[in-house]
């Protein structure tokens, strides 16, 4: 191989050596480099048995650079395939694809819109998750609105518009506007009679099981041509509550031989004789239905991307019709499936959840077996975890699955560190000591932070473990931050050996508690109350603080108190 070639090699090996190293954030690898160098350099092949000695040189050299310094080669020497590995790295952190359409509009603007008929569940997490999440990437905006147009079947709990907004807090979000479609009679009564004047709407007085028959049969209602002036009549007549319910309704004109029967000629407005629980809506009768209101809406708040459950294809398709009579551009519209959630046992129902609350079988919306934002809110999982693991699920048309380890996990990464250790025993058997052993334990605070150092714990004479924990006869035991102790003659017997008893792998570490100044603890878990005791130092923290019980879990603690504290389980 002659200087020319030696140098070309070295040139080309170091352009792969460095994009392999820089790819993968890692050394980089002769065999790795091997493959696409001679694949993009044919020449080099008939010297195959001198390259890779070159190479070997090269790859050393990159491989002492710091991982800056490799970066910073690489745009020297190949900026493009450079730009191409950021590109790749930054498409693999985004959470989500790319928004249909963004680039067609000036802003951005998506709408999360409940119906607050209870607080939020864990399914319901992924909505604000999702444009929230898009809000940030585009720069964008999102409204909350609250359609409450239905005050009798899905019927308005006045509790739940803040708690909403507070478990949209929770997961890390405010709305940049807050709306209330029941605040907003008049504005879709406008907009119907709009609607009837371009032939768009009719009043309707079939039973709903008469309408039934004709739109199967594709057939049109006898109303449907009706004169404007007397649809304009009834229409008034249902605004100022003069029918009862069932009576009349007004209608949407579509196709009425439709290959889909659920779109033709659907319903707008209805009469409804349950007051709306709002004082400020109680007066009114003629309530529009979701469809008419959520297109209105829609249009009016200048939403450009509507993100809806797969099942909900249809109400597009009527919204659409709508549309079309005012000439309005229908927004970008994404369905995804629905999200199951493993781990519980209750329905992920709000109606389901209420019931269970009403009858006594749930404490309330936060009681740690209800599958609620409440609930892991105070069991001390922050809506961060919940967050990210919600918009990790992505907006795909299939059924997700999400698993409670994916949001356990972001939350240990974000508790773990800033976690104290303690000692909580549950339900454990006391056990007299002997020996001298110290006084006083101290174990670590935090085994990974050194400098947080130990909390003292009073040892007295006699100690409580888990039932299980209790060695068998003449067996030893290391009690955690205390020392090695022998379970002889129904006692511990201190036996003073060092933790290389433990490094050896012949003694078991498990924790404990002092049996006389341990205080009582409830552990609220999703499988029932635990009883047990911790020690003294619990009773140091305020109430909400989250700590680790070793062995156990993180808890958060709710109550704090000698007589009898109460935590939270959260999870491993």
């Known amino acids: 191989m002659d200087e020319d070639l ?14 392999n190293a820089v790819k993968h954030e890692s050394d980089a690898n002769v065999g790795a480099v091997m493959g696409p160098l001679m694949g993009d350099n044919p020449a ?3 010297h195959a048995d001198e390259v890779p000695g070159v190479v070997g040189g090269v790859v050393a050299r990159v491989n002492d650079l710091g991982r800056e310094a490799r970066r910073d080669r690489l745009e020297t020497l190949a900026p493009d395939e450079l730009a191409e590995i950021e590109a790749e790295d930054e498409d693999d952190d985004r959470l989500l694809p790319d928004l249909p359409g963004a680039e067609d509009v000036d802003q951005v603007r998506m709408r999360c819109a409940p119906n607050p008929n209870g607080p939020w569940h864990i399914g319901h997490a992924r909505m604000p998750a999702v444009i929230g999440t898009y809000r940030e990437l585009y720069d964008g905006w999102f409204c909350v609105r609250f359609d409450d147009t239905d005050p009798e079947t899905k019927r308005p709990d006045l509790d739940a518009y803040d708690a909403i907004l507070e478990d949209l807090s929770y997961l890390g979000f405010e709305a940049d506007e807050t709306f209330v479609a029941s605040d907003r009679l008049e504005i879709y009564y406008d907009h119907a009679r709009d609607l009837i004047d371009a032939g768009g709407a009719y ?27 007397t649809v304009h009549e009834e229409f008034e007549a249902m605004i100022d509550g003069e029918y009862e319910s069932g009576e ?9 031989e439709h ?28 309530w529009p239905m979701l469809d008419f209101q959520s297109g209105i809406d829609d249009h009016l708040i200048g939403v450009t991307h509507i993100i809806r459950g797969i099942d909900l294809q249809d109400s597009a398709k009527r919204q659409r019709f709508v549309y079309d009579y005012f000439d309005w551009e229908y927004p970008e ?30 404490d309330g919306w936060d009681d740690p077996r209800a599958p609620t934002l409440k609930s892991l809110r105070r069991r001390g999982i922050r809506g961060e975890a919940i967050t990210e693991a919600m ?22 990464d974000l508790i773990d560190d800033e976690s104290d250790r303690r000692f909580f025993v549950r339900e454990g058997v006391e056990v007299g000591l002997a020996g001298s052993p110290p006084e006083q334990a101290a174990p670590k605070l935090h085994p990974d932070h050194e400098n947080r150092g130990t909390r003292a714990i009073p040892v007295g004479d006699a100690v409580a473990l888990e039932e299980d924990d209790l060695p068998g006869r003449e067996e030893r035991i290391w009690l955690k931050g205390l020392g090695c102790f022998q379970y002889t003659r129904d006692v511990l017997q201190y036996t003073g050996e060092s933790i290389d008893v433990v490094r050896d792998g012949d003694v078991d570490v498990v924790h404990w508690v002092p049996a006389a100044e341990s205080v009582p603890l409830t552990l609220r878990t999703m499988d029932g109350d635990v009883e047990g005791r ?7 923290y305020d109430a909400g603080a989250v700590c680790q019980f070793e062995r156990i879990g993180f808890v958060r603690l709710d109550q704090v108190d000698q007589a009898g504290s109460v935590a939270y389980y959260a999870h491993p």
Not at 11 to 16: Q, S
Not at 534 to 540: F, K, N
């Open 259 to 286: 290959k889909n029967p659920a779109l033709r000629d659907f319903v707008a407005f209805r009469m409804v004789d349950t007051p709306h629980p709002r004082e400020e809506a109680s007066e009114y009768r003629c």
């Open 333 to 362: 519209v994404i369905h995804w499936g629905h999200v199951q959630v493993d781990a519980y046992d209750v329905k992920m129902s709000t109606s389901t959840l209420k019931e269970l609350i009403d009858a006594g079988e749930l």
């Open 391 to 412: 918009a990790g699920l992505g907006t795909s048309t299939s059924d997700v699955d999400l698993a409670m380890s994916a949001i356990y996990a972001n939350n240990r």
């Open 534 to 540: 911790a020690e003294p130092g619990v009773l140091d």
């Open 203 to 229: 009043t309707c007085s079939c039973s709903g099981e008469a309408f039934s028959e004709l739109k199967n049969a594709g057939e049109p209602c006898p109303h449907r041509d009706k004169p404007i002036e």
């Open 6 to 19: 030696r140098a070309a090699v070295e040139r080309e090996a170091e352009k792969h050596a460095l994009l």
């Open 248 to 256: 009349m309704v007004l209608r949407v004109k579509t196709d009425i």
């Open 44 to 46: 080099f092949r008939e």
